[in-house]
């Protein structure tokens, strides 16, 4: 079965530190890869996609960066954290075509950056 | 981009009664689902929808797409449906990869 594994799970850095969360998935090829962050508990941002290995897509301006190493790897980084980069990361996969894309989303990282 | 309304934001309810939670979308979609997020922060995928019926359960949703909204109904509610719930969609046209523009959502609680 497809799993989706997500690190760590609470997050205390301070401000300028560096960041690095990750995420793998187990159980499938060649998904699609997203990273989201949500703020104050209610709708979620899609940060950055990626459709393979070393493909990356970026939705918003922002003070982070992604990357896929490998084809079920995907990591969020940061050089130097911000104060508003506190949220709740969630990576999540999903395969298109007949099955439409479900979605199968990590844990989810809390990041406080104080 | 594509604007998702969800109404209402907040909704309380008794054990046992029903609901319905709408999704209202300002642009063709390609591709539409709903997610509940339990207290802890999980998302769990409820249906992918982009248009017509479906029921797992106490569960159903509707999408009318050439009206571009979507209905979720939870009916006999439990304690355990109490979270988020979340319409996201995908805009029609070009490439799709799954991206998903998510609602504001809307908060359940269910009282014993």
């Known amino acids: 079965s497809q799993t989706i594994h997500q690190w760590p799970a609470t997050l205390v850095q301070p401000v300028g530190s560096p960041l690095s969360l990750e995420c793998t998935v187990e159980g499938t090829s060649n998904p699609n890869l997203y990273w989201y962050r949500q703020a104050a508990g209610r709708g979620l941002q899609l940060l950055f996609y990626s459709v393979g290995i070393g493909q990356i897509s970026s939705e918003v301006p922002q003070n982070l960066s992604a990357s896929r190493p490998q084809d079920r790897q995907f990591i969020l980084s940061s050089k130097k954290l911000l104060l508003s980069d506190s949220g709740f990361y969630l990576c999540a996969w999903s395969v298109g075509g007949a099955r439409g894309y479900g979605y199968t989303f990590g844990s989810g990282t809390r990041l406080t950056v104080v | 981009g594509i604007q998702v309304e969800q109404s209402p934001p907040d909704l309380i309810l008794q054990e046992g009664a029903n609901s319905t939670l709408r999704c209202n979308f300002s642009?063709?979609?390609?591709?539409l689902q709903w997610f509940h997020q339990n207290p802890w922060g999980q998302l769990i995928n409820l249906f992918y929808i982009p248009s017509g019926t479906k029921q797992n359960g106490r569960l159903s949703a509707t999408t009318v797409a050439t009206e571009r909204y979507s209905l979720l109904y939870i009916s006999s509610s439990q304690t355990t449906d109490s979270g988020v719930y979340f319409c996201a969609v995908e805009r029609a046209g070009g490439t799709s990869y799954g991206k998903l523009t998510f609602g504001q959502g809307t908060i359940l609680t269910v009282h014993p």
């Open positions: 642009d063709s979609v390609n591709n």
